[in-house]
Nanobody
Framework: QVQLVESGGGLVQPGGSLRLSCARS????????MGWYRQGPGKQRVLAAH???????NYADSVKGRFTISRDDAKNTVHLQMNSLKPEDTAVYYC?????????????WGQGTQVTVSS
């Protein structure tokens, strides 16, 4: 069974940095997309960034140039380096995995980690 465990959230001042990590356990296919969604107070959950099994990355316009997503295949982990954080980056960040199998697409979510940007 696939599980996603997030770490690295917390409180940071505007302009600061945080690094989120999402560790996967369980087996998946060779075709997948893994990334981070975020949900601010009173807002919908939206994509922040993702990376595919082929190494293609995608970022929301609001985080381009500030966030970097990367993967460590040896540790089955995806990281989100967040720099130049702004108060509007405050949200619960959820790790997401979409695993493409022959029989269909399976989706998994982590439990979420709070990121608060405030002085």
């Amino acid at each position: 069974q696939v599980q996603l465990v997030e770490s690295g959230g917390g409180l940071v001042q505007p302009g600061g940095s945080l690094r989120l990590s999402c560790a996967r356990s369980g087996s998946i296919s060779s075709t997948w997309t893994m990334g981070w969604y975020r949900q601010g107070p009173g807002k919908q959950r939206v994509l922040a960034a993702h990376i595919t099994s082929g190494g293609v990355t995608n970022y929301a316009d609001s985080v381009k140039g500030r966030f970097t997503i990367s993967r460590d295949d040896a540790k089955n982990t995806v990281h989100l380096q967040m720099n130049s954080l702004k108060p509007e980056d405050t949200a619960v960040y959820y790790c997401n995995l979409r695993d493409k199998l022959v029989i269909g697409m399976y989706e998994y979510w982590g439990q979420g980690t709070q990121v608060t940007v405030s002085s």
